[in-house]
């Protein structure tokens, strides 16, 4: 087994083991955490992303946009419309992502020329998502619903990596990402459907072939924020958003496609 490997085995051990200590001490100290991830997705992405300078004034204000809702909102007034609100705009603002994704020209210079601008707004770019996340937290079963999340995710992540690198022979998106493969994506959709069909029936005792296919739709859609995520990164110049994750890179690396379908998730869910 390689060094690299062997590090990303431990990084991804460690996160499991702290992801399970929050649940089990209960939905304030996953919510601790989550805004804890949120602080740092913020920096990734205005210091590596943006190249904007740490502890400069856009920094903080970029700071504050993220930390004040987040901690008003689920720590004090945790209210259905105002989470209804920000689950709505993380849908227009991934509908906007999509459309970058599609549209944009990788060679286009407009991000770079605009870098500062965005930079002072660059927090709500994770609030919105971030809070989509959190308002599992208002249902009695919290808990089995962010498994399913997190189950659900990176089975996509694992089932693409699994066919991909045994049968792919089909470029997905070259562009983009080059080492993605139809095949993998296929398969990861695949993954996606029987792990959360396979959980979903374990927690609630529903057996529906409808269910197979909206986690195997929700496997796409989180993929589809990798890609985005992937352009990004390209259109920025960088590999990873940082080197915090031994082997893995940074947090937005291992969190851009959950973030990415969370509201979809979350609406969907609540009409189950």
């Not at 709500?124 to 989509?132: A, I, T, W």
């Not at 089975?155 to 990596?161: E, H, I, K, V």
């Not at 197979?212 to 990798?226: P, T, Y």
Request: charged residues 10%; positive net charge.
């Amino acid at each position: 087994m390689s060094q690299n490997t062997t590090l990303r085995i431990i990084s991804a051990l460690a996160l499991i083991t702290i992801v399970t200590l929050c649940f089990m001490a209960g939905p304030t100290q996953s919510l601790i955490l989550i805004l804890l991830m949120g602080v740092i997705i913020s920096d990734e992405i205005f210091c590596n992303f943006l190249k904007g300078v740490r502890f400069s004034t856009s920094y903080f204000f970029s700071l504050f946009l993220f930390i004040l809702p987040f901690s008003l909102f689920n720590f004090y007034m945790q209210k259905e419309a105002f989470h209804n609100f920000f689950i709505n705009s993380s849908l227009v603002l991934n509908v906007f992502l999509l459309f970058y994704l599609v549209f944009s020209d990788i060679k286009s210079d407009f991000l770079n020329k605009k870098k500062a601008t965005i930079s002072y707004f660059s927090g709500l770019f994770v609030l919105f998502p971030m809070m989509s996340l959190t308002s599992i937290f208002r249902t009695p079963s919290w808990n089995l619903f962010l498994i399913i999340l997190l189950i659900v995710n990176y089975s996509m992540d694992t089932g693409a990596w699994f066919v991909g690198k045994n049968f792919g022979k089909n470029k997905l998106w070259p562009s983009v990402s080059p080492k993605k493969t139809l095949e993998g994506f296929l398969g990861g959709a695949v993954f996606s459907g029987i792990f959360g069909f396979a959980f979903w029936y374990y927690f609630f005792n529903r057996l529906e072939l409808k269910l197979f296919f909206l986690f195997a739709v929700f496997g796409i859609i989180s993929q589809l924020g990798d890609l985005v995520q992937s352009k990004l990164k390209r259109h920025c110049s960088i590999k990873d958003s940082s080197s915090l994750i031994p082997g893995h890179g940074g947090f937005y690396d291992r969190l851009d496609s959950l973030l990415f379908l969370a509201p979809f998730f979350v609406i969907s869910i609540y009409s189950l």
